[in-house]
C-alpha cells in the first residue's frame, strides 16, 4: 500500500469507491464538526484516538420496497435489507482494511451498537466533552433502563458528514433516495478532511407529516421537536422520539395493528400497547410470550450481537420518505389501504382486507387466536 499518500487522497479513495460500489452518498465528519451532538458523537467512546468518521448510504431496491410497502409480499424487501446491511458491512470492512494499510486504526460503527443489542462498552458520558453533551442532548430515562442509547449514532454522523439531512421523522434523508438507505460508517485516527454539511435548501422534508400518519404507534410527537447543533451547524428539528419499545415492538413484529385499527405494520397482531410508558413493559412481555408460541417468520437474520433471530415487520417511516412527493404520497396510501397482516400456519405473513382478517381469526380456536387478539376469558 501506498503509505505516502496524503489524507485528501486517501479519503477521496475511500470515497470514490464507495460510490463506486452503489453508494448513494458518501461523506467524512471530524471531531470538530460533531462536537455539540449528542454523547455518541465522540468517535473516541469507541476508538481511542479517532479523529473522524467515513459515512456511507446505501440505497434499497425501490420495486422490493414498493412490494412490501404495497402490502403485497414481505419477503422480497427483506431479503434486501440483509443484502442491504451486508454489502454495507464488506464495504465498511474493506475501507477498514485500506485505514489500517496506511497506518491508522480504524473500526466499523455497526448498526444497532446499543447495550441492549450487546455492546459492552459504558454509554453513559466518560469524559468532559461527553458530559456536557449529555447536558445539551439529555438521553429519556427510558432510553438509559432499555440499553437504546447508541455507543455511536450513525444518524448524527450521516447528518454532519453531509451523507443527508433529519428529516421530521428524525430519520437521515438523501437527496436522491430519501430515506430508504441503510447507513454504514467506520470511525478511524486518520484525521481525514469533513465534506460539508448540506445546505437547509438541500432539505426537501416539508413537514409533511407522512412519516407519522404511516406510524402504526405514537413514537413521533406532533407537538415536540428535537434540534441538534453539530459544530457550527444547526440541523433541521425532527418530532421527539417516545418510548423505543413502542417502536421496537412493531420493528419485531410483536404486534401490528395501527391504534385506530384501520392499518397495520407486518406483525399479524392485532393486541394494543398501553397509553401509559409504565405500562409497556408487562406488555411486551406478553407480546413476547406470544411470538415464542406462533409459527417462525420465515427469512429473517440473526443478530449478531445479541444472537436473536429478527424479522423485519415496519421501517414505514423510512420507506415512505421520497424526495418526490408524488412518490411519499403513493407510498402512504399503499401502506395504509393495502391491508392488515395475518399469520398462516407455516408462520408466512399475508396481507387482507380488514374484514376478511375479522374473519380469518374468528375460524381459529381461542387458545390460537389469543396469541393474536385479546380474547375475553383468556387472561390475555
Ligand atoms: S415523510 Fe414528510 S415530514 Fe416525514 S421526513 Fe419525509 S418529507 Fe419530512
Ligand atoms: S419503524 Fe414503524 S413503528 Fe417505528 S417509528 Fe417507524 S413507522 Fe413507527
Redesign the pocket.
Known amino acids: 500500500m501506498n503509505a505516502e499518500l496524503d489524507l485528501q487522497t486517501i479519503r477521496d479513495r475511500l470515497m470514490e469507491s464507495a460510490t463506486n460500489a452503489g453508494c448513494n452518498a458518501v461523506g467524512v465528519c471530524n471531531q470538530e464538526g460533531l462536537e455539540g451532538g449528542p454523547p455518541s458523537t465522540d468517535l473516541t467512546r469507541q476508538l481511542e484516538g479517532a479523529r473522524s468518521a467515513i459515512v456511507v448510504s446505501y440505497p434499497v431496491d425501490e420495486e422490493k420496497l414498493e412490494l412490501y410497502m404495497g402490502k403485497i409480499d414481505h419477503t422480497p424487501y427483506q431479503e434486501d435489507y440483509i443484502r442491504t446491511n451486508n454489502i454495507i458491512q464488506g464495504l465498511m470492512a474493506e475501507m477498514t482494511n485500506q485505514l489500517r494499510k496506511f497506518g491508522y486504526e480504524a473500526e466499523v460503527v455497526f448498526a444497532g451498537n446499543t447495550p441492549a443489542d450487546g455492546t459492552r462498552a459504558d454509554v453513559m458520558p466518560q469524559n468532559e466533552r461527553q458530559r456536557k453533551a449529555a447536558e445539551l442532548n439529555p438521553a429519556k430515562a427510558s432510553d438509559i433502563m432499555l440499553g437504546s442509547i447508541p455507543l455511536i449514532s450513525q444518524r448524527m454522523l450521516a447528518a454532519a458528514s453531509g451523507v443527508g439531512f433529519f428529516g421530521m ?1 428524525g430519520n437521515i434523508l438523501t437527496e436522491s433516495h430519501g430515506a430508504a438507505v441503510s447507513l454504514g460508517a467506520v470511525i478511524t485516527t486518520a484525521d481525514l478532511p469533513p465534506t460539508p454539511v448540506l445546505p437547509p435548501e438541500a432539505n426537501y422534508c416539508d413537514e409533511c407529516n407522512w ?1 407519522g400518519n ?4 405514537s ?2 410527537s406532533r407537538t415536540d421537536f428535537t434540534t441538534v447543533k453539530m459544530g457550527e451547524h444547526g440541523h433541521h428539528k425532527y418530532s421527539t422520539r417516545g418510548h423505543h419499545m ?2 421496537a415492538s ?2 419485531a413484529g410483536l404486534t401490528g395493528l395501527s391504534e385506530n385499527g384501520k392499518f397495520g ?1 407486518w406483525g399479524p397482531s392485532r393486541k394494543q400497547l398501553p397509553k401509559d410508558d409504565d405500562q409497556l413493559l408487562p406488555t411486551i412481555m406478553g407480546l413476547a410470550g406470544d411470538v415464542m408460541k406462533r409459527p417462525q417468520v420465515p427469512g429473517g437474520f440473526y443478530d449478531a450481537q445479541k444472537g436473536t433471530k429478527m424479522n423485519i415487520m ?5 420507506l415512505v420518505c421520497h424526495p418526490e412527493k408524488k412518490v411519499r404520497a403513493k407510498r402512504m396510501k399503499m401502506w395504509m389501504q393495502g391491508g392488515v397482516s395475518i399469520q398462516r400456519e407455516d408462520g408466512t405473513v399475508e396481507t387482507m382486507p380488514l374484514e376478511d382478517a375479522r374473519t380469518y381469526l374468528d375460524a381459529m380456536p381461542p387458545e390460537k387466536r389469543a396469541l393474536y387478539e385479546d380474547i375475553e376469558g383468556t387472561g390475555d
Open positions: 421523522s412519516c404511516v406510524c402504526p404507534t413514537f413521533m413502542r417502536c412493531h420493528m405494520s415496519c421501517s414505514a417511516c423510512n
